[in-house]
């Protein structure tokens, strides 16, 4: 009525023609939609089919209807006419197909991208966990399925899919309340007509329920009058998707000026009134709101502004803002036949308007295309479509001081550090969030698996970033490396003074009683010891790895060698002091150099197989220990690094019995028994240094040796040759041939 009456006073629009309307309520049911139609296309008050029995009907197309269901039952008829149809809501897809519905168009978006936006919307504010209601109708339960596709392609899971109708039994519409009430859910889009969730919501609001989040369908009407009070307060901070909705400039003004004086033909201004003002019209009573004694009469001149504002629904004006573009399409559409050239001579239009046809009505309708007051553009594609623009109406019933979004998930989110974990039996959107690995980080919240640091890298605290991990050696920087590399040269220049004092008393008899060219050996190598632990100490090269352990191992080799070349001199030395022993034509260099050479010779090979063949290497292990690079030599085939010791363990324990058997040698031969002493410790030493090297990693390991090497070589030297520098520097008068052969011995 509004739209027809701007028009009409339009001097642009349509100048000099009179737009006029006829309601026809088809009450939302198919049968009575239908037999209005015929009606409309025969004429009079009588159905015939095919048969037009009104002379002056002047059909320029149809509005309406409402439903989807009932616009279909309109459109197979009209569009065996070529009739136009225009629906204000419509939104099934099917209608967009113009093989069965040829004249059938709509201002209202159709339904087929409506499921996409409202996964998008959830996806938006990340709601992953939602149940869905959906009315029993093709439509609802299409896009229901739709939605349900989109959120698990988005990585959400839907609670629950229920259907709902107002005539199911009450005990299946208590079922669905309690799934509502069960779930944990908080978000819940509902796919339904108002009329269908009310039963619902009602059973719902007898129970305390925490706050959900509807999100519905433009199929839902907003209509607080519908619910109750309580079941309406549960709507609160809901969402709807409607059809995209403009200013209808003077409309809310026209609205409070529609009354039966103005349009005395207005039965639908009649109704409104007397439910409206709870008054009765004269003569009539047709709402049948007041009875008996209480009746009020109505006048006319009530004053509509008094009214609350919602009585007219203007929180939601798009089924009739889309009312107000379908007229306005006609018009430009009637407007362009009468004032426009004919289209591709396919036909021509007679220049008096009440001689236009319907078919031609809808001919150039396709191609109408207006811009509004609002300044949107109007027009309608090849289904008859207008583009699918929805608006988001957020209903607020009571203010709402949270301004936090809403959370709907089955879980909560996994922070960074952690990666989902799926409950067994659950949905994927349920799950339990556990520490990633170890060596593993996840940097990105709700991961479902966590990412490996490079071979350098290490997770930090929090497992959401990797740092370069600390790089670990024996360092002559650190307290330990450098207490041992001290130690080690400070029992070095030991040696050499050891040496030293050899050297200037050469010819005393204390020297010359045990092959002195031994004992220099003997110091000459314990030196070496020494110093070969400092290629133990600092970064590992490819040269210090390669030659260390070979070249310790020979060295003590040598060094345990001449300590049983020694022990051998003395029991031969005091053999052959009986003229018959055999032995006597042993005496002499022959033999300990016999012994030396071969014992060293057989190291010798060993360590040469090694280095030829699997030499030691550095390399970076980052497998020991969590968090650290552990720059250490890989010795390569460890069975030969083992073989090394094994036989340097067999000469010491071979030296050991050797010196044990003679250690009851007369004084003057007594030098067994401190090489027995010296023995026992180095044999001791290297079986410990065996479980302790194998039970500890990186730079102790390498530490544990170091002092394995200093402490069994250190045995050697104070055992044997401590005593005999005590003797030649502090007690010189038992440096005599007399005093070792024991002829200066008073006996008493």
Known sequence: MFTIEEINQNQHLLPNHTLGFRFMDSCLSEVVALQDTLLLLSGGNRTVPNYKCETQLILAGIIGELYSSVSEVMARILGVYRIPQISISAQHPMLSDKHQFPSFLRTFPAATLLPQAIAKLLYHFNWTWVGILFSNTDLSSLQSQKIRQHMVENGGCVA????????????????????????????????????????????????????????????????????????????????????????????????????????????????FWEKAFGCQWEVQNLTHVVTGKDIIPCTGEEDLKALDPAIFQLNDLSTTYHAYLAVYAYAH????????????????????????????????????????????????????DVPAVFDILNIQIYPDDSSQTPRSDCSESCFVGYRKSSRMGYSTCCFDCVPCSTGEIANETDTTECWKCPEDQWPNESRDKCLPKVIEFLSYQEPLGAALATIAVILSLTSILSLIIFYLFQDTPIVRANNRGLSYLLLGNLTLCFLCSLTFVGFPTKLTCMIRQPAFGFIFTVSVSCILAKTVTVIIAFKAVNPHNQLRKWVGPKIPNLI?????????????????????????????????????????????????????????????????????????????????????????????????????????????????????????????????????????????????????????
């Open 160 to 271: 629950f899919l229920e259907k709902i109708d107002d005539r199911y039994p009450n005990d299946r519409l208590v079922k669905v309340a309690e799934v509502i009430l069960q779930s944990s859910a908080t978000v819940i889009v509902c796919l339904c007509y108002e009329m269908h969730l009310k039963p619902i919501l009602e059973l719902v609001s007898f129970r305390e329920i925490t706050a959900k989040v509807w999100v519905f369908s433009s199929s839902f009407t907003i209509n607080p009058h519908m619910f109750t009070r309580e079941s309406w307060r549960l709507l609160n901070g809901s969402l709807v998707f409607i059809g995209s909705t403009n200013d209808i400039p003077h409309f809310t003004n026209f609205l409070y000026h529609v009354w039966s004086f103005t349009y005395p033909w207005g039965t639908f201004s009649k109704l």
């Open 333 to 384: 559409a009637l407007h362009n036949m009468i004032s426009v050239e004919p289209m591709e001579d396919n036909f021509e239009i007679d220049t008096n308007i009440h001689n236009i046809k319907p078919w031609q009505v809808l001919q150039y309708l396709w191609d109408v295309r207006f811009t509004t007051e609002s300044k949107e553009e109007v027009y309608f594609d090849l289904n008859g």
């Open 596 to 748: 030396l050479i071969f014992c060293s010779f057989i190291q010798l090979l060993i360590c040469t197989i090694w280095i030829a063949s699997h030499p030691s290497f550095p390399e970076n292990n980052t497998r020991t220990e969590s968090g650290k690079i552990i720059i250490e030599c890989n010795e390569g085939l460890t069975i030969l690094f083992y073989c090394m010791l094994g036989y340097m363990g067999f000469l010491a324990i071979i030296s050991f019995i050797v010196a044990f058997l003679a250690r009851r040698l007369p004084d003057s031969f007594n030098e067994a028994k401190f090489i027995t002493f010296s023995m026992l410790v180095f044999v001791s030493v290297w079986l410990s240094f065996i479980p302790a090297y194998l039970s500890t990693q990186g730079k102790y390991m390498v530490a544990v040796e170091i002092f394995t090497i200093l402490s069994s070589g250190a045995g050697l030297l104070f055992l044997i040759f401590l005593p005999k520098c005590y003797i030649i520097l502090l007690q010189p008068e038992m440096n005599t041939k007399e005093y070792l052969t024991g002829k200066n011995t008073t006996h008493k």
